[in-house]
T-cell receptor, first 113, second 111 residues
Framework: EPEVTQTPSHQVTQMGQEVILRCVPI?????FYWYRQILGQKVEFLVS????????KSEIFDDQFSVERPDGSNFTLKIRSTKLEDSAMYFC???????????FGQGTRLTVV | KQEVTQIPAALSVPEGENLVLNCSFT??????LQWFRQDPGKGLTSLLL?????REQTSGRLNASLDKSSGRSTLYIAASQPGDSATYLC??????????FGKGNQVVVIP
């Protein structure tokens, strides 16, 4: 069964460093998303991406964050100059159509020390 | 702003009992509602998607209803099993294709 895959599963980084979280969405999907979940809190929307551009972003997704689809299969989230409060589980998701069923990856646990 | 609330936050039931999980949302202008399962430290597994025009959706032992006008959805799990122990998340699609999540119903099924 097709699935969204994320790498790495866990990343530890020092405050101020840049990190890139990688995702391979389901192959025929066109809509891509990043969400995050701080421990004990709700899953929060970060950004949606379609047709090689950002469709919508939340107030969390500031200039520190960027997304890219560098080739036909990968979708990345870059966090520049990480802060302690960026520590969270980051989920990538994809869907085959707008407002369609969203399929999530297993997440990348980011720990900023 | 869309707010999603799930009640109860946690519940324990003996094996074999039916589970009833509630979700409410503040803005009825949604495109669909999705129920997910999350195991500790893991990702989100999609269980059911209900389009805004639908009243319910069924998959095996799972049945989800949607009352869009009153901002409510209920997930029923029939004949619960220990393997159903997990956190169940409700999410509504609104705005420009974003999901708003509830905090979840943490379920423990006691053998």
């Amino acid at each position: 069964e097709p699935e969204v895959t994320q790498t790495p599963s866990h990343q530890v980084t020092q405050m101020g460093q840049e990190v890139i979280l990688r995702c391979v969405p389901i192959s025929n999907h066109l809509y891509f998303y990043w969400y995050r979940q701080i421990l004990g809190q709700k899953v929060e929307f970060l950004v949606s991406f379609y047709n090689n551009e950002i469709s919508e972003k939340s107030e969390i997704f500031d200039d520190q964050f960027s997304v890219e689809r560098p080739d036909g299969s990968n979708f990345t989230l870059k966090i520049r100059s990480t802060k302690l409060e960026d520590s969270a589980m980051y989920f990538c998701a994809s869907s085959g159509r707008g407002f369609g069923e969203a399929f999530f990856g297993q997440g990348t646990r980011l720990t900023v020390v | 702003k869309q707010e999603v609330t799930q009640i109860p936050a946690a519940l324990s039931v003996p094996e074999g009992e039916n589970l009833v999980l509630n979700c409410s949302f503040t803005d009825s202008a949604i495109y669909n509602l999705q129920w997910f399962r999350q195991d500790p430290g893991k990702g989100l597994t999609s269980l059911l998607l209900i389009q805004s025009s639908q009243r319910e959706q069924t998959s095996g032992r799972l049945n989800a209803s949607l009352d869009k006008s009153s901002g409510r959805s209920t997930l029923y799990i029939a004949a619960s099993q220990p393997g159903d122990s997990a956190t169940y998340l409700c999410a509504v699609s609104y705005g420009n294709n974003r999901l708003a999540f509830g905090k979840g119903n943490q379920v423990v099924v006691i053998p």
